[in-house]
């Protein structure tokens, strides 16, 4: 098995034995897991599984509300000695929830914001100009994959196979090819 395919599975396994978000201590596992595999720098860990299980998304994750990512987009704390902290963990929030729910929320990326970005250079694939910083707003963000996904004919991908697809592109191991019905050059 590949080692992406690994991880994915893995994830999953995790997700199916902690479904739920309302235990701490199995949010926290989900956590730490996700901020590793997906290298999303958080080194507070214990404070978001905390505000996961506190904001209560369990139903609204379920239905695919995208409000819930901005349910735990925040990382908020004091130090030990006193400093407060407060960051944006957004790419983490749509990860964490693109993973329990893979089929309403697509992953935001920096990597994914340069792509969308280019392809709109190119193609203007959406009738609505964007930078990075709408794309931090979850709504907008989804709206504009759905109109990538749209717009080049991929309706037949997941979200999580564009979110895959453009992550790769990003990083340069992947040129598009030209297939039937696909029109997507390289930006």
Sequence with gaps: MVQGRVTE???QKLLTAFPANTVTAEILLKVVVINQI???GILAV????????AAKIDAALKAGDPG???LIDRLQFVT?????????????????CALH???HYPIYDG???????????QDGFSTTPFKDAELRNYENFKAVVLQFREHYHLTKFSLREIDQFLWILGKGLLSPL????IHLRHP
């Design 178 to 181: 030209p297939s039937p019905g």
């Design 111 to 121: 990597l994914i914001s340069q792509k969308l970005q280019a392809y709109l250079k």
């Design 38 to 40: 997906y290298s999303t």
């Design 46 to 53: 214990q404070p978001v599984a905390e505000r996961i299980q």
């Design 68 to 70: 819930v990512v901005h």
């Design 9 to 11: 599975v893995a994830i």
């Design 101 to 103: 729910q893979p089929q």
């Design 80 to 96: 030990a000695k006193g400093k407060e902290v407060d960051r944006s963990i957004y790419s983490f929030a749509t990860k964490y």
